[in-house]
């Protein structure tokens, strides 16, 4: 296709009024494949609009350049056809207003980054998507409790085919030996009944809901829209499934491990095995002293670190029917805090109602046993004292463990799990985006991903069953998901190239590859998130988007004109992310922020996906500095491709080892962390940064 | 032969709806988004990070604007409110209103108005503690990203500088108030929540100057906000090196609001360990009943427990009087040593709690004014327009409410 | 270290007293805090209500704090539960007398309102005994005198025997109680005399300063101190009465000091005890929930004191019915002066036994 490309300088917005638009009309005209060069005071309104509509069907144009505000702003107007490729250069947010207005500098800035668009569109392509064909719209439910059989509901609801499938002969996992349930709606004061019959009898009204019960998962291969799921029931049966949600659930934290709790002892039961308990045996004698004892084993930095979240629900519920049973009981509740959290409260507010349900908040200094009599000391009470108390039975409310995903059995490079986070939870690590995976179209829900309740737990199958949905329907469009949704492009890789490294195998956060017994890389597009860590990844230049490629962005940097005279004049490429710090930077001129004008900025995925060439062609093109502006690495990583940052770091050293064999100094390449908000800080960063490289001096490949 | 699938209807464009609204759109379906006031984001994008992560809100809603500005299924309309909903699942027929805002979407958001404007309102996104333009950018981040005019302080075409300056014809001060009708398919109400009014009590002296609420304590402490890089009191603009925290101001409380707003204790640690990253060698004692930190936070807890200037004090405070140099004095009993404490305090921060915002269209409530899930079908409440929850559960019922929503034929 | 027995039945008698519930308390720690009177160092109520939640009777009996609360209301006001620790207290003290009352019967009959017909025919067959046996057991002839009726020395011998007799029991009651208050408190060991220490609290108890600082109901200080003194001014008089029966000549004319003194303190008394009346109707929400105790004190001394004028009235007047008023008077007495350590009255006592407790241990109210 031959390129034709219409450049449109706005001069609305001061742009006008600090650049020379003229100057930049010759510039622009004497760059490669630019058809027309057009200027308009207000590119964005109607006329603007128009001009490079009826331009775009006149001229035949493919391209455009639209200098003018930030490619954050006006997106609702400059909306043009798929098949035209859009490049905004940002003259306002970024040259106008935070350089000097009319002043050389400012001007060569505006210059530089009409080139850099120009080039870019010259270098990439529109993206084709990648369509699979046999999409499957079918979902796969791992694990039948209530999460599992909510998940595979809700689905079925909205129209798709769900295989639930269950290790255990029957559906219904721990709601199958519940007593009573806690009340989830208003008014909470009433026990309900466990709702599993209820749940059992709705999945079986569906026919596009598959139960697959006393089986496991052999292997599961693929991608999202073509996950081979190979199921074990006596025999092995395939099935073919477009997304998969699991929900594997909990296990108890094991007793055991809590002597000094009394476990062990007579008469010293678990919440667990006392619900159990109850529901064997509704017409047995309670006894009538009990005390629970909350938190047994949790939020201890021994056993369970974390709160369990359903505990002091659950003893409140048990605390309830033991009173209904044996109304001649008494209850202890020794608490660290009671947390019935949000309307929960009214629910706790109901069980104190009773006038033998004694809470105190305290810690078990002491669990003797004597003559099938228990004692418990419990110190720091509010009773003013230390207190001992006689009791016929402990029940101690133990906490959850995650159940892990490595039943999923996944046949990816990167293990047969879905990765997880502190303490075993296969959870999101991030508050905006709880569904965020690193296993594309495979979803966690329920008390395997957070500690959760039955009502949450609910919720969270929903939510996740949605993001099952949903994959399969961008799968079928060709389209990313979150966090690049709609993004049609992918990576492609010459793989004659490839030297079988590995790298790009190992460092896909989302373990988009698998490999051949060589190494080499077999790419599954769907499982892509378009992040180009595998593009910075690679020593060889094999993968490259359509739209972003090695060649597309070494093209713009050499598209930079390095003035000769390094003493007045030297540059300094940023690359920056996208998602925080371009907009940092935006914000920054539209505070009216000013900063050095020898800054050229190149707004990447990720700053995981800068790849080594382009530093190196960098620093021979003339750079005097290179900065890399990526979101925060570490343990609360603000990184929306998980490690991108930190890789940054990692092939930190990988790169001093080319500024050492051009002999450059370190200091040359700077990586620095913004969050969104650090707009304030942008002037300090760009501003230090360029006096220290004008301290070192100029780069010396600037004159060869 | 298949009816044409009308879009959803999402009232409310903070985070919930913001996350319905992408989440049902990704997965191919349209949906229409209304937001009350002129930008998006809600409560949320006024917070300056979250817990326990301690991350900006922005980042994630930068890249929901995005969704929202590359995905043609999303239809938006701010300063929108529903003024009536009729029919039923699969048919709904909606009546909106659209306040003026008397500056048209061709708006460049180049400041010139605001330059110009000789009238100045209290900025509500800093909860008026800070000042703005009549003709106002709500925040540096607003979504849509356009000026506004405060139809109550704008003196109109009596002024007309604003009119004048604009380059653009982007200034219609005699704009009216439309009504849009449309028809949808399902209607998720994401109406949310406001922190309860601490005026109301009494014993906990919010009139006092030091005394100020946790969501207003947001925009204290946040960069971007009332001090910028400094925490200020509002009395003298002094830095406070003595804060206190009052949990469950309101909350848990039969004369105020009965139950447990969920997220306020997490939210007062969080603005412990912001206090004490920006003064290491600030004091900050945190008064509470429960700590109530669910799950994995209590890492969260841990931490704020293992700085030594931030103490925990279990016991709440009953009563704040202020000093003559603006001062408090919290009293408290602290319930494990049997004693009442009198902690003189340069600043204190009140936990209020989440009430529903509501809606003016008839819907099922509990007692405390939050939807039920009892509703006509085809409407689905959604977040902290339920029950108060923090962000991260807001955003996991927004995407439930999506397939929810989708369900509807 | 204790060990704990919830005391089921006590806590329900209590939860039934103050028609209060209990339960619901989450030990905040407002009630301590709005409390004006609380001390620093283990303020009261909120130690109280989780003592009284797991039915720890021992605990709250013996307990001093129970009765340095002046029952103002605060703590029920700002309570975020509902929970009403100030009726609780009030029902606590309603509890300690009948613990403390000996005989224990007495105590019973005063505290339930089936068994009032009896507490009404005790004084009535014990007076028409006496007066049978004074041989005086008829209405006299001529012109109103009491002292036909009731001779002066049968009166005052026989009324201040029982009197001594009462509140003697009330006394041995009130060291138990003060035992109990020691062993409660093992690692505070009360300094000084009784005296000594009553002479302390002086101030406290004449002045009524305990009272101001009350928010929820100001008018209490002004109702309580006009009972207070009105009551205190009567007893002087009557002394002064009993003295003068056995001195001068009895009645005192109508313009005798002492028996202007005498109609200004049953004045003082009506206005005050008319305030406490309407209070309690008229304002349940401030004043709390009021018990039969509660209702049969404030109704007898304030029937003593209409009673006591009318008879006077009778008297100059020379009413037919004056004798039989007469008697309902001696009846009222018997009640208030009598019945003193069985009923509400005997807050009287027990609050001034606490405050000397109290200031022995060196605890001070703020």
Redesign the interface.
């Known amino acids: 296709m031959n390129k034709k490309i219409g450049v449109y300088i706005c001069s ?3 742009i006008g009024k600090a650049l020379d638009i003229e100057k930049l009309n010759n510039v622009v005209s004497s760059e490669q494949n630019v058809t027309i060069c057009k200027n308009h ?2 590119l ?3 006329e603007g609009f128009n001009l490079i509509n009826d331009d775009i069907a006149k001229e035949n144009l493919d391209r455009i350049v639209i200098a003018a ?1 930030s490619p ?5 107007v400059f ?1 043009f056809p798929e098949n035209i490729l859009l490049e905004r250069t940002n003259l306002r947010e970024q040259v106008a207003w935070c350089f000097e207005p009319n002043d050389e500098n400012t001007q060569m800035a505006a210059e530089d980054y009409l080139r850099m668009s120009i080039t870019k569109l010259n270098n990439i392509e529109v993206p084709q998507p990648f369509i699979a064909e046999n999409i499957s719209s079918d979902i796969l439910v791992v694990g039948g409790g209530i999460t599992g059989i909510t998940s595979a509901i ?2 079925a ?2 129209g798709y085919t769900v295989h639930i499938i269950e290790k255990e002969e029957k559906l219904g996992g721990w709601l199958n030996k519940l007593h009573k349930q806690i009340p989830y ?3 909470y004061s009433k026990l309900i009944d466990s709702e599993i019959e209820d749940r059992l009898k709705e999945l079986e009204q569906f026919e596009n809901i598959k139960i697959h019960t006393s089986t496991t998962i052999n292997k599961i291969d693929g991608q999202p829209g073509q996950f081979e799921v190979y199921l074990q029931n006596g025999t092995e049966e395939k099935i073919t499934v477009g997304s998969i949600v699991t929900s594997t659930g909990w296990n108890p934290y094991d007793a055991n491990n809590l002597p000094h709790l009394g476990y062990g002892k007579p008469n010293v039961l678990t919440n667990v095995e006392f619900e159990e308990f109850v529901k064997n045996n509704p017409d047995k004698d309670l006894p009538k002293n009990i005390l629970f004892i909350q938190c047994a084993g949790s ?1 201890d930095k021994d056993h369970l ?5 359903f505990c002091c629900g659950t003893s409140l519920k048990q605390a309830t029917y033991i009173r209904e049973l044996s109304p001649k009981s ?1 209850v202890f509740i020794v608490y660290k ?10 629910f706790y ?1 109901e069980v ?10 305290g810690e078990i200094e002491e669990i003797s046993e004597e003559n099938n009599n228990l004692k418990a ?1 419990v110190k ?1 009470t ?9 009791v016929d039975m402990i029940v101690l409310a133990t906490g959850m463990v995650p159940n892990g995903t490595e039943d999923l059995n996944l046949n990816y490079r990167l293990g047969k799990g879905l990765p997880e ?3 075993n ?1 296969s959870d999101s ?7 965020e995976t690193r296993r594309t179209g495979i979803y966690a829900a329920g008390s395997l991903r ?3 309740d039955i009502a ?1 737990s609910k ?2 199958a ?6 099952a ?2 994959t399969i ?2 799968t079928k ?1 060709g389209e990313a ?3 690049r ?2 993004d049609k492009s992918y990576p492609e890789l010459y793989l004659d190239r490839c030297t079988d490294c590995k790298r790009c195998t190992e460092e896909c956060p989302f373990g988009s590859y698998d490999e051949n017994e060589k190494g080499t890389p077999l790419p599954n597009p769907n499982r892509c998130r378009r992040c180009g860590i595998c593009v910075g990844s690679c020593p060889e230049r094999v993968i490259s988007f359509a739209d972003y490629s090695i060649n597309s962005v070494s093209a713009i940097i050499k598209s930079v004109e390095i003035p000769d005279e390094f003493e007045e004049k030297p540059r300094i490429l940023a690359f920056v992310c996208e ?2 710090a371009y ?1 940092a930077i935006d ?1 920054a001129g ?2 009216g922020l000013k900063y050095s004008p020898y800054v050229r900025i190149i707004p990447v995925r990720c700053i995981g996906s800068i790849n080594k060439v382009w530093i190196s062609d960098a620093l021979s093109q003339g750079f005097d500095g290179i900065l890399q502006i990526g ?2 690495p570490g343990d ?1 990583y ?1 990184c ?1 491709f998980i490690h991108g940052s930190e890789l940054t770091e990692t092939r930190g050293e990988n790169i001093q080892e080319t500024l050492e064999t051009m002999m450059l100094e370190p200091e040359r390449i700077r990586t620095e962390f913004v ?6 800080k942008i002037p300090q960063i760009i501003n230090d940064y360029v006096e220290e490289i004008e301290l070192i001096g100029p780069n010396p490949f600037k004159d060869m | 032969m298949d009816k044409i699938q009308k879009p959803v209807l999402i009232i409310g464009g903070g ?1 919930s709806g913001v996350t319905t609204a ?2 049902i759109a ?3 379906k349209e949906v229409i988004l209304i937001e009350k006031i002129p930008y998006l984001g809600g409560n949320v994008i006024k917070f300056n990070n ?1 817990f ?13 604007f ?2 929202i ?4 299924r999303i239809k938006y309309y701010t300063s929108t409110e529903v003024i009536e909903v009729s029919g039923e699942k699969g048919d709904f027929k909606v009546k909106l209103k659209t306040t003026p805002q008397f500056i048209k ?2 708006c ?3 400041g010139k108005c605001a330059e110009v404007c000789p009238v100045e309102r209290p900025n509500d996104f800093n909860y008026g503690f800070t000042k703005t333009k009549a003709a106002y950018l709500p925040h ?2 607003a979504f849509p ?1 356009k000026f506004f005019i405060d139809d109550e302080f704008c003196k109109k075409e009596s002024c007309n500088k604003c009119v004048e300056a604009c ?2 014809n982007a200034i219609d001060l005699s704009a009216k108030e439309e009504i849009t009708e449309l028809e949808v398919s399902s209607v998720v109400v994401a109406t949310g929540w406001k922190n309860y009014d601490a005026s109301k009590i009494d014993n906990l002296n919010y009139a006092a100057n030091n005394v100020i609420t946790n969501v207003e304590f947001e925009r204290y402490i ?3 906000g009332v001090g910028g ?1 400094k925490l200020l009191r509002p009395s003298d603009n002094t830095e406070p090196k003595k804060i206190a925290f009052v949990q469950c101001a309101g909350s ?1 409380d039969e004369n105020h609001l ?5 997220v306020c204790c997490t939210a007062s640690l969080k603005h412990a360990i912001n206090i004490q990253e920006l003064y290491p060698k600030a004091e900050i004692k945190i008064f509470y009943i ?10 969260f807890l ?1 931490k704020a427990k293992a700085n030594k200037n931030i103490e925990l004090v ?1 016991g709440k405070v009953g009563k704040i009087t202020e000093t003559e140099n603006n001062n408090l004095i919290l009293e408290a009993e602290d ?2 040593s ?1 004693k009442k404490i009198k902690y003189e305090a340069e600043m204190a921060v009140l936990a209020t709690g989440i009430v529903p915002s509501g809606l003016n269209i008839n819907l099922n409530t ?3 004014h ?1 939807f ?2 009892l509703q006509p079908e085809g409407i689905i409440p959604v977040a902290c327009s339920r ?3 923090d ?3 807001s ?6 409410a ?3 929503a ?2 509807i034929n | ?6 005391d ?1 039945e006590f ?2 008698q209590l ?1 039934q007293v103050s028609k209060s ?1 209990l ?5 905040c720690g407002t009630c301590s805090v709005v409390c004006s009177l609380a001390p620093d160092d ?1 303020p009261f109520p909120r ?1 109280e209500m ?2 009284a ?2 039915g ?1 009777k021992d605990k709250l009996i013996g307990n001093a704090d129970i009765w340095l609360c002046h029952q103002c209301g605060d703590c029920t006001t700002y309570c975020p ?1 509902g929970v009403n620790p100030s009726d609780v207290f009030s029902a606590v003290r309603e509890i300690s007398y009948q613990h403390y009352a000996k005989p224990k019967f007495l105590s019973k009959i005063l505290n339930n309102p089936k068994w009032l017909p009896v507490a009404l025919l005790i004084p009535i067959i014990i007076i028409s005994a006496i007066l049978y046996t004074a041989g005086t057991l008829q209405i006299p002839e001529g012109p109103v005198n009491y002292s036909k009726f009731f001779p002066h020395a049968w009166l005052n011998s026989s009324f201040s025997s029982l009197w001594f007799l009462t509140i003697g029991l009330g006394i041995v009651g009130l060291r138990n109680f003060w035992n109990d208050m020691k062993k409660q408190n093992p690692d505070l060991k009360p300094t000084g005399s009784f005296i000594k220490n009553l002479l302390s609290i002086r101030k406290e108890i004449i002045l009524h300063s305990n009272f101001s600082s009350c928010s929820a109901q100001k008018t209490r200080k002004i109702a309580h101190l006009l009972v207070f003194y009105g009551f205190i001014m009567l007893l002087f008089v009557t002394a002064f009465a009993i003295y003068a029966a056995v001195t001068h000549n009895y009645p005192l004319g109508f313009l005798n000091p002492f028996k202007i003194l005498g109609n200004v303190a049953a004045m003082m008394l009506i206005v005050g005890l008319g305030i406490m009346i309407a209070n309690r109707i008229l304002n349940k929400k401030d004043f709390g929930n009021s018990t039969y105790s509660d209702w049969l004190f404030l109704i007898s001394l304030f029937l003593l004191t209409i009673s006591g004028v009318i008879v006077e009235a009778a008297r100059f007047l020379n009413w037919g019915l004056a004798y039989h008023l007469y008697f309902f008077h001696l009846i009222c007495v018997w009640f208030i002066i009598i019945y003193l350590p069985y009923t509400k009255f005997g807050h009287l006592m027990f609050r001034v036994v606490a405050m000397v407790y109290a200031a022995s241990v060196g605890r001070r109210l703020k």
């Open positions: 609305g917005c001061e005071s207000s964005c309104s109607v505000c954050r702003a006006k997106t609702e909306d809700e689905g609801k909205a709606s208003a008014p939020r670190p974390y709160c369990s979240g008494n805090d009671i947390r019935t959290l949000g309307l929960y409260e009214e507010k104190q109602k009773d006038d033998q349900i004694f809470f105190t908040k000391i720091d509010l009773l003013g004292e230390k207190i001992s108390l006689s986070l502190k303490y939870f690590h991030f508050i905006c985006f709880p569904y957070a500690p959760m949450a919720e969270d929903t939510g996740a069953m949605l993001k949905i949903q329907e961008a469009r998901v979150h966090p949704s709609g998602n925080d907009p914000m539209q505070k979101c925060k609360d603000q929306h969050e969104i908000t650090d707009y304030d | 985070m992408v989440e990704e997965v191919g979250y326990p992560k301690l991350c900006p809100p922005t980042c994630g809603l930068e890249i929901n995005k969704r500005k590359q995905n043609s979407n061709n460049t958001a180049c540096e981040m990203y380059e653009y946040a960069s971007n890089d848990r009965p139950y447990c707003s969920a429960d700590m109530r930190v669910a799950g994995r936070n209590e890492d841990n279990k319930i494990l049997g509990d007692k405390d939050f039920t899930d029950k108060p929850m962000v991260s559960t955003v996991k019922d927004a995407t439930a999506a397939l929810k989708i369900q | 270290m204790i060990e704990v027995k919830p089921i806590k329900k939860k519930s339960n619901e308390c989450m030990q283990r130690k989780i003592w939640g797991w720890m539960r």
